[in-house]
């Protein structure tokens, strides 16, 4: 058993999101290059994990696509709610709150593709992680897309600051970060096919961070 964060992290992020755009105003880089291939495959159902203030469900929504999206912050989700209603987009955006390693509350089959940007790469053991992979294969349509990023391992805080446990590290921030390898992700891809794996540079505040922009499908049959 390693060691804990000093602050629990469900709370440490509704104390964090008392800030406006904490991430920045705009939709991340990463929003914009999966909206396109949700464009390409004809994507009407979303689900979101780890939305965060939502700067990417605005996008998906502002373009037409039904998004469902959850987070464990009450904070974030309930600025989501007031932001929704002011800017008309309440109808396609279902908002929740949620501990993803609860399981995620939906049908089998339900969804056309699943979006998480830097939301696999928190609090999570490989085990846990494990389990909400195999959720969101049960979810997804087959055929259906899990396009995801996480901190990679030549990241410039990897293995920097307070070691917790695993490949989780935690940050001057007080966040608990856990890195990928190219391994992990593949041996977390179990059940899917993968489509790609590739490396970016995200300038984003607060820092610029080294990712992992990751395209699973689930397999037809
Ligand atoms: C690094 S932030 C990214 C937020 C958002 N995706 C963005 O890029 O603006 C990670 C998010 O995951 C959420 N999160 C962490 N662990 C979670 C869990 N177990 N269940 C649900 N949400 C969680 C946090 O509350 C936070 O909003």
Known sequence: MGRSPDKDQRLHWDETY???DFFGP?????AEKSLEIFKNEGIEVLL??????????WL???NGISVYAMDYSDQGICQMREKAREHGLDK???L???DVRRGIPLPNDSIDAIYSHMFFNMEFLENEMSMIFQECLRVLRPGGLNIYSVRSENDPHYQKFTHLDEDMYQNPMGFAVHFFTEEKIERLADGFLIDSITEFEDPDPPFTKMLYDVVLRKPMQ
């Open 96 to 98: 929740k709150v949620r």
């Open 26 to 30: 705009k939709a991340s880089l990463f």
């Open 48 to 57: 979101e994990l780890g939305c965060g203030q939502g700067r990417d469900t």
């Open 18 to 20: 008392k800030m406006e």
């Open 60 to 62: 998906f929504a502002r």
């Open 92 to 94: 396609l955006i279902t």
